[in-house]
Antibody, heavy 118, light 110 residues
Framework: EVQLVESGGGLVQPGGSLRLSCEAS????????MSWVRQAPGKGLEWVAN????????YYVDSVKGRFTISRDNARNSLYLQMNSLRAEDTAVYYC???????????WGQGTLVTVSS | QSALTQPRSVSGSPGQSVTISCTGT?????????VSWYQQHPGKAPKLLIY???KRPSGVPDRFSGSKSGNTASLTISGLQAEDEADYYC??????????FGGGTKLTVL
């Protein structure tokens, strides 16, 4: 059974940093693109970042470029999101998700809440 | 990277059909077959319903179907059931390994 379990969310002040983790199980982690998707309270979904299987190729939505870094450790079956210079508008539930075969997100974690507030 | 345009809400009675539209541009919806749809119940993670415009993952009922014409994709739910009441999101590849969601549509089953 595929499982994705996020952790690392919490309350952080504007300008602060936070690192999210996603532990994967039930599939060959190193064989799949992975993503982070976020959802602000009461709002819609927003794609945040992608990372290719080898961890070299990374892509971001414009609003987080230069502030967020997606990474992965295939030996640990883990995905990460390093978030720096956090802003109030980054407040959201952050989901880890695994790609399918055609730019679709087949499996999702339960999400971890990040709150940016003073 | 502008969000795709979806109606904010749609509604229908049990047994009826509803269609949710998703309008983008030739740079996303219109340019690729990589349009997918997700269902999200309150407090839950999204669930994949449709991928590659028309394909259904195993386990998704055939009451859910997808289509595309030009820059607009559509999700049709036939034989509405109470449990279909949820938020629905379209999602499209937008080139250069970037992606974009629609703003979401709230489906109410009357």
């Amino acid at each position: 059974e595929v499982q994705l379990v996020e952790s690392g969310g919490g309350l952080v002040q504007p300008g602060g940093s936070l690192r999210l983790s996603c532990e994967a199980s039930g599939f060959t982690f190193s064989s799949y693109w992975m993503s982070w998707v976020r959802q602000a309270p009461g709002k819609g979904l927003e794609w945040v970042a992608n990372i290719k299987q080898g961890g070299i190729e990374k892509y971001y939505v414009d609003s987080v470029k230069g502030r967020f870094t997606i990474s992965r450790d295939n030996a640990r079956n883990s995905l990460y999101l390093q978030m720096n210079s956090l802003r109030a508008e980054d407040t959201a539930v952050y989901y880890c998700a695994r790609w399918g075969v055609a730019w679709d997100l087949v499996y999702w974690g339960q999400g971890t809440l990040v709150t940016v507030s003073s | 990277q502008s969000a795709l345009t979806q109606p904010r809400s749609v509604s229908g009675s049990p047994g009826q059909s509803v269609t949710i539209s998703c309008t983008g541009t030739s740079s996303d919806v219109g340019g690729y077959i990589y349009v997918s749809w997700y269902q999200q119940h309150p407090g839950k993670a999204p669930k994949l319903l449709i991928y590659e415009v028309i394909k259904r993952p195993s386990g998704v009922p055939d009451r859910f179907s997808g289509s595309k014409s030009g820059n607009t994709a559509s999700l049709t739910i036939s034989g509405l059931q109470a449990e279909d009441e949820a938020d629905y999101y379209c999602f499209s590849y937008a080139g250069s390994y970037t992606l974009v969601f629609g703003g979401g549509t709230k489906l109410t089953v009357l």
